[in-house]
């Protein structure tokens, strides 16, 4: 059983940064592709940065150049999130093949 455990949220100020850690354990030698998703309240849960198992990255065009995934190692890959604004307030959740965190809470005040 692959588990997916979300850190790092919190509450932040528009401009400010955080950095989301997503952990795996389970039955698995390492995350090899990996995204992040979140939910803002109201709608749809959507991709907001992927890491493929090639090494390379997408973003929603709404987070390019503020967001960044990387793999910090064989079973934790993190989302650092710089320039935040308001409208980034969600629950992001990771997501491993068919497996998916709980989330973690991101507040951006105005």
């Known amino acids: 059983q692959v588990q997916l455990v979300e850190s790092g949220g919190g509450l932040v100020q528009a401009g400010g940064s955080l950095r989301l850690s997503c952990a795996a354990s389970?039955?698995?030698?390492?995350?090899?592709?990996m995204g992040w998703y979140r939910q803002a309240p109201g709608k749809q849960r959507e991709l907001v940065a992927g890491?493929?198992?090639?090494?390379?990255t997408n973003y929603a065009d709404s987070v390019k150049g503020r967001f960044t995934i990387a793999r910090d190692n064989a079973d934790t890959v993190s989302l650092q999130m710089n320039s935040l604004k308001p409208e980034d307030t969600a629950v992001y959740y990771c997501r491993f093949t068919v497996y998916w965190g709980k989330g973690t809470l991101v507040t951006v005040s105005s």
């Open positions: 389970g039955m698995i030698s390492s995350i090899n592709a």
């Open positions: 890491l493929t198992s090639d090494g390379s």
